[in-house]
């Protein structure tokens, strides 16, 4: 079978980069076409991707100052009119969250002041998806910013892959969950010698079913870790343990729950064979990577000889370079959604795939009110 065939998003986006005709079309004046993009924050690391951005979209970065005062307080000064104007906003997350989540709240109510026509956030990874659902006396998380967001004056989001895509229900406006899984797949075939005798890996049961979509895609095998090295958000306590039941507390009669049995996880088992094969890890999000390094270990013990992660968003947090660094991992593989230029000059292992082509041919399709279609060809629910 042709190569080509394996993955049809290579052929879908392969225009966006060859002709010059789309760039020069792109490269219109930003004030004159009546759209602006803003970076939510000035420092270099964090506008790279918005300067990425804008040389697709021929345009320049919209003029603004965010800054700290010396209390602490956030201030945004935006520099120039935006007076009935699309604007897009990308904030650099996860450089520090909360900030972050201030700067693009206060920096949306500034454009809403200034009578801009749409401000639309571009938001690759979208902060606090991970508390999206409800636990032990918690609360929604996700949902109170989505709320926030809507009050600051977003009335839509360009973002990528998120956690839960039930999330998009958080929102009273317009969401576009773009996928990196186009651009992941093409790392696989052209960067990884030998990717034919690869098995794609899920580290977790709940990681299945996007780990089966990497590997139909590629006509590859599927294995599937699960046991007591796993600890995923399904473990967690939640409502339905609360309150605790008492012995000596009064019930009414007839209304005795049955006992129910306490879970236990399983021995490790790795499900399907890895052996004398390139394991390929694939998730939405590497932050702790404590778990991925527990995956590799198992993987190297059933007898894979190259282990690689792939996730869309590389958080990296706390020591997460050293740990790659020392682990089994030969390769890290995450998108530019979140910068981690830092972690990449920490540990050689951390490889980037630029989402920037994907984002800014968003923007333009939503500024010239075209269908949204067609990034989404050949995406299934499972990508």
Do not use: W
């Amino acid at each position: 079978m042709p190569r080509k065939l394996l993955l049809p998003y290579k052929s879908v986006f392969s225009h966006f980069r060859a002709p010059r005709g789309l760039h020069d079309s792109l490269a219109m004046n930003a004030a004159r076409s009546g759209y602006r993009v803003f970076s939510a924050n000035s420092t270099a690391a964090s506008t790279e991707l918005a300067k990425k951005i804008t040389e697709r979209l021929g345009a320049e970065l919209g003029k603004s100052v965010v800054y700290q005062e010396t209390n602490g307080e956030t201030r945004v000064e935006i520099k120039e009119s935006v007076r009935g104007q699309d604007i897009f906003i990308i904030p650099p997350f996860p450089r520090d969250v909360n900030t972050a989540v201030m700067e693009l709240l206060i920096m949306a109510y500034a454009l809403k002041t200034s009578c801009a026509r749409n401000i639309i956030g571009v938001i690759p990874y979208f902060p606090y998806s991970k508390q999206s659902k409800m636990r032990k006396r918690g609360s929604i998380v996700c949902k109170l910013l989505a709320s926030m967001l809507a009050k600051a004056g977003l009335t839509h989001i360009i973002t990528m892959d998120l956690h839960q895509k039930e999330i998009q229900g958080f929102f009273s406006f317009p969401v576009d969950n773009l996928r990196a899984s186009p651009f992941l797949l093409q790392y696989i075939q052209e960067e990884i010698p030998d990717y034919r005798n690869a098995v794609i890996v899920a580290k977790s049961p709940g990681a299945a079913k996007r780990a089966q979509s990497y590997a139909e895609r590629l006509r590859l095998g599927l294995a599937v870790i699960h046991g007591e090295a796993q600890c995923t958000e399904q473990d967690m306590d939640d409502g339905r343990h609360s309150p605790p039941m008492l012995k000596n507390a009064t019930v009414h009669p007839g209304l005795e729950l049955p006992l129910m049995m306490a879970k236990e996880k399983p021995p490790i088992t790795v499900v399907g064979d890895v052996g004398g094969r390139i394991a390929i890890i694939v998730d939405d999000i590497i932050d702790d990577v404590e778990s991925f390094v527990a995956a590799a270990e198992i993987l190297k013990e059933r007898g894979a000889y190259k282990i690689f992660v792939m996730a869309t968003h590389g958080l990296l947090s706390a020591d997460a370079p050293r740990l790659i660094e020392e682990s089994s991992i030969d390769e890290v593989v995450v998108t530019n959604t979140v910068p981690h230029e830092v972690q990449k000059l920490q540990c050689p292992k951390i490889k980037t795939v630029d989402i920037s082509l994907i984002l800014s041919e968003a923007i333009r399709r939503i500024h010239n009110g075209e269908s949204m279609a067609y990034l989404f060809r050949n995406i299934t629910v499972d990508d």
